[in-house]
């Protein structure tokens, strides 16, 4: 199994940055790509951005040349640096990894807690 804990998220003025983390354990080997994904009220919950384990990135049209995503292999984590933050970017940021399960060739997904991001006008 893998665990996935975000932290870094809080409230921020318009303009402002953040930056989350998420930290991964237990079985982290079997983790290919990460990513994170938020959800508004009222809205559905979508894509931020994606890395895979071997660094390519994607990101939403929305975030992208004011985030950034990047990936620590050796510490088992995954960051999203956020800078010129915009209120409509207040959500509740999810931290996403997939793989397969261990031993295994089926595939899994793990989610972490999520964390709050408020952006104040």
């Known amino acids: 199994q893998v665990q996935l804990v975000e932290s870094g998220g809080g409230l921020v003025q318009a303009g402002g940055s953040l930056r989350l983390s998420c930290a991964a354990s237990g079985s982290v080997f079997s983790i290919n790509t990460m990513g994170w994904y938020r959800q508004a009220p009222g809205k559905q919950r979508e894509l931020v951005a994606t890395?895979?384990?071997?660094?390519?990135?994607n990101s939403a049209n929305s975030v992208k040349g004011r985030f950034t995503i990047s990936r620590d292999n050796a510490k088992n984590m995954v960051y999203l640096q956020m800078n010129s933050l915009k209120p409509e970017d207040t959500a509740v940021y999810y931290c996403n990894a997939d793989g397969y399960v261990p031993g295994t060739f089926i595939k899994t997904n793990y989610w972490g807690q999520g964390t709050q991001v408020t952006v104040s006008s």
């Open positions: 890395i895979t384990s071997g660094g390519s990135t």
